[in-house]
């Protein structure tokens, strides 16, 4: 090598200027390389954690709920037939006057079907008052829900003392339910044949986008680290440089002394 040249950068080497000459792969240079790498794999593993915490806290209770779609017009104008309603688990003593439940349903209906509870164990449910209004111990039932504001649905009048660990349950739309009126075996319901209480927050459908969010993030983090380990692999598949320049806290090295021009011989 002639006095004043600087030294070629390894073959496969990014050559660029730095404190040891032009050509001179440095410290610098390396540690500039190793920086994508590193936020990759960061970037990749917050992802991953992310989206695996997301997806456990939002999948879990979303297990709790089931989705059916409403059967017939007997809930109609609040649930319409096809209607997606979300139902969550409820035990025993779970079931409260109002709630719209799913449960199996007695004869001559012998199905899953859906209904509001109007009265539990204990209460006296009768139809009709003199305002043609469902009263429940005595006192009228206020019903903004009913289907045109009927109470009474065309069936003859009745009188149920709901028996401990029984529900009685009505349909929205009178004229157009087979409901406890109806109902084999006295026309209440054991409370155990509950099935799940309708949801109409929107805490069901935030689970649901919940979960694809984090799923999302899975998907994008799991993408990440496969990028991050083909890149660590072409990076060992290219011949090693030569570092030549000094490691960080050292002094720069002096700047090459020019060439000397050529004398021509004459």
């Given amino acids: 090598m002639t006095e004043g040249h600087a030294p070629r950068a390894p073959r496969g ?11 001179v792969a440095t410290w610098g240079d390396h540690m500039r390389r190793r920086r994508p790498k590193r936020r990759l794999r960061v970037a990749g593993l917050v992802l991953l954690a992310v989206g695996l915490l997301g997806t456990t806290g939002t999948l879990v209770p979303l297990l709790g709920y089931s989705v059916r779609a409403a059967s017939g017009d007997s809930m109609t104008p609040g649930y319409a037939q096809g209607d997606a309603v979300f139902f969550d688990e409820a035990g025993p003593d779970d079931v409260r006057r ?7 349903a ?16 204990g209460d006296s449910v009768a139809c009709c008052d003199s305002g043609e209004r469902v009263t429940v111990n005595g006192k009228p ?36 339910s087979l409901d406890s009126r109806f109902f084999e075996g006295g026309g209440t319901v054991p409370v155990g044949a509950v099935k799940g209480r309708a949801d109409d927050t929107a805490v069901p459908v935030l689970l649901i986008v919940g979960v694809v969010v984090s799923g999302m993030a899975l998907l994008a983090g799991a993408g990440l680290g496969l990028a991050d380990w083909v890149t660590g692999r072409r990076r060992r598949a ?16 002096a700047p090459a002394r020019p060439r000397p021009p050529r004398r021509s011989k004459r």
């Fill in 98 to 104: 109002g709630d719209i439940v799913l449960f199996r």
């Fill in 13 to 23: 080497h990014r050559a660029g200027p730095g404190p040891c000459g032009p050509g």
């Fill in 106 to 121: 007695p004869a001559p209906v012998d199905q899953e079907t859906m209904k509001r509870v109007v009265g539990v164990g």
């Fill in 238 to 253: 290219r011949p090693a440089g030569q570092f030549t320049g000094p490691p960080p806290g050292a002094p720069p090295a």
């Fill in 141 to 176: 039932l206020r019903e903004p829900y009913l289907r045109d504001g009927d109470a009474v649905g065309g069936a003859p009048p009745y009188d149920v003392k709901v028996p401990d660990g029984q529900v009685f349950l009505l349909g929205d739309n009178r004229m157009d």
